[in-house]
C-alpha cells in the first residue's frame, strides 16, 4: 500500500495517507478505552508530512501530559494521536482507514491494562507498557 485513505463516521473528516502505516498495534491504554469508549484501540504510526487532512478539519484534545487525540468535532471519531516527543510522526487510528484490513495489527501495547474480559484471538507479541520502542 502506498496511499491509502480513511474518515470519520460521518465524513466530515477526510485524509489521506502518503505512506503505509508502520508499527500497527493494539492499544490497551486506560486513555485510550475512555476516549472510545471500547477495550482496545489499533493505531498505526506514519510520517507527519505522509498524513493529509483533505476535507474539514480535526478537532484537537489533550487527552495526556505526552499528546493530543484528533477527532471529528461533529461525531466524535478518534481519526489520530499526535505524541510530543515524536514530532515527526503522527498515529493513524487504523479503523478511520477506507480499507482498514490492509494494515493488520502486528503486537499488543499496554497490554498490562488491559480490561480483564477482554482478550483477542491472535498469537501477537503482548508489552505489558510502552511496547518495543518504550516510546509511548
Known sequence: MTESKGGCLCGAIRYRLAEAPQAVAYCHC???????????LVFGTVPRDAFVVEQ?????????PIGERWFCG????QIAMHVDYQIDTIDIAIATLDVPE???PEFHIWHGSRIGWFETADHLTRYPDAGPDGSV
Not at 486506560?30 to 482496545?40: D, E, K, T
Not at 461533529?74 to 471519531?77: A, E, Q
Request: include cysteine.
Open 74 to 77: 461533529d461525531c466524535g471519531c
Open 30 to 40: 486506560r486513555n485510550c478505552q475512555r476516549a472510545s469508549g471500547a477495550p482496545v
Open 102 to 104: 490492509a494494515s493488520p
Open 56 to 64: 474539514g478539519n480535526p478537532r484537537r484534545h489533550r487527552s495526556s
